[in-house]
C-alpha cells in the first residue's frame, strides 16, 4: 500500500475564492445560488446558479486568459491556490510520483 499525502487545498466558489472565504462562508450560513435573469430569459427549468465572484484577470495573466473559458480559468486559480499551501517546489510538483485531484461543479456554458 502507498501513502497518499494531501498537502494543499485550493477553492474558487460562489460562496468564496479561497479556503478562509469558504470556511467562513459556511459557517455563516450563507449562500452562493441566485436567480439567474439569463436561464429564466432561455426557459431553462433551472433558473438558479452559482458563480464564482473573482476579476480573473487580476489573477492570471491575459495572455494565458485568452485561452481558457471561466471554468478553466476557475480552476487555474484554485490549482494555484493549492500548489502554493503545499509548500511544494515546482521539482516536486513536477515529480511523476506527484498527483492532482481536483473537482469542477460544471462547465463553462459561455462556450458553448
Keep these: 500500500m502507498r501513502r ?51 476579476d480573473l484577470a487580476e489573477n492570471i495573466d491575459k495572455r494565458q486568459l485568452r485561452f481558457m473559458g471561466p471554468g478553466a480559468a476557475f480552476n487555474f486559480i484554485a490549482m494555484e491556490q493549492a500548489i502554493a499551501d503545499s509548500g511544494l517546489e515546482d521539482s516536486d510538483v513536477s515529480n511523476e510520483r506527484t498527483g492532482l485531484v481536483m473537482g469542477s461543479g460544471g462547465p463553462s456554458t459561455s462556450n458553448f
Design 4 to 54: 497518499v499525502v494531501i498537502t494543499g487545498i485550493g477553492i474558487v466558489s460562489p460562496i468564496g475564492n479561497n479556503v478562509t472565504e469558504v470556511e467562513d462562508s459556511l459557517r455563516a450560513g450563507r449562500s452562493g445560488i441566485s436567480f439567474s435573469e439569463i436561464y429564466a430569459e432561455n426557459g431553462f427549468r433551472s433558473q438558479v446558479h452559482g458563480v464564482p465572484k473573482i
